[in-house]
Nanobody
Framework: QVHLVESGGDLVPPGGSLNLSCVAS????????VDWYRRLPGSGDDRDLI?????????MYMVSVKGRFTVSRDNTKNAVFLHMQKLRPTDSGIYYC?????????WGEGTLVTVSQ
């Protein structure tokens, strides 16, 4: 059982930066690979995988965010982070963290990022 809570979403101007957090209030996140997904405005429930960090710390990124976003983890805080730079209006959306194990997918409720003047 894993319970995830995202935070850090905000209104930010284009070119700005944000740091998102994904904290496991239940479960040991160090045991899992963690994914970041994004749901864009008007996309219904379609969520795009944008970044992954494995339990060993290997990072993977969607092409459109590579070089701008960095995923990391701090097991002492039972947390995974997404550092976003050079933000674009097209980055606006709801960001979710997700992990899976024991035959289940565990999603946070998401945090809203709005990139706008």
């Amino acid at each position: 059982q894993v319970h995830l809570v995202e935070s850090g979403g905000d209104l930010v101007p284009p070119g700005g930066s944000l740091n998102l957090s994904c904290v496991a209030s239940e479960g040991d996140l160090a045991k899992y690979s963690v994914d970041w997904y994004r749901r864009l405005p008007g996309s219904g429930d379609d969520r795009d995988l944008i970044a992954t960090i494995t339990k060993g710390g290997r990072e993977m990124y969607m092409v459109s965010v590579k070089g701008r976003f960095t995923v990391s983890r701090d097991n002492t805080k039972n947390a995974v982070f997404l550092h976003m730079q050079k933000l674009r209006p097209t980055d606006s959306g709801i960001y979710y963290c997700k992990t899976e194990g024991e035959g289940s997918h565990y999603w946070g409720e998401g945090t809203l990022v709005t990139v706008s003047q």
